[in-house]
């Protein structure tokens, strides 16, 4: 089997440890995203304010795993050049005056 795939074994299937990093990150995503809408469909302050305290949270455990899977080499990440940034800063400069 190739990398990144389970592998059947007497004790069933085998999950790598990128894959499972894996999971735990887009999982972690996935809560942030949607305590991210708690938080603006709240009424409630105090609530409001626990929500936003987990969703610092869930960014740090975000930001731990990332750096992580970084280091054991599971999440490379391509530079940007100087051409894609100014690309990407003229893109999106041009929307929010459109939005004006």
């Known amino acids: 089997m190739g990398q990144g795939q389970g592998a059947?074994?007497?004790?069933?299937?085998?999950?790598s440890d990128k894959d499972l990093l894996q999971v735990c990150l887009n999982e972690?995503?996935?809560?942030?995203s949607s305590t991210n809408t708690y938080i603006s469909e709240t009424v409630n302050e105090q609530l409001r304010r626990d929500y936003m305290t987990?969703?610092?949270d869930l960014y740090s455990q975000e930001q731990q795993l990332f750096n992580y899977m970084q280091q054991k080499g599971f999440y490379n990440v391509?530079?940007?050049s100087p051409q894609d940034i100014a690309q990407a800063k003229?893109?999106?400069?041009?929307?929010?005056?459109q939005m004006r």
């Open 54 to 56: 987990i969703l610092g």
């Open 8 to 15: 059947m074994s007497g004790q069933g299937m085998q999950i």
């Open 28 to 32: 972690t995503k996935h809560l942030a």
């Open 78 to 80: 391509k530079n940007a």
């Open 90 to 97: 003229n893109k999106f400069s041009g929307q929010s005056q």
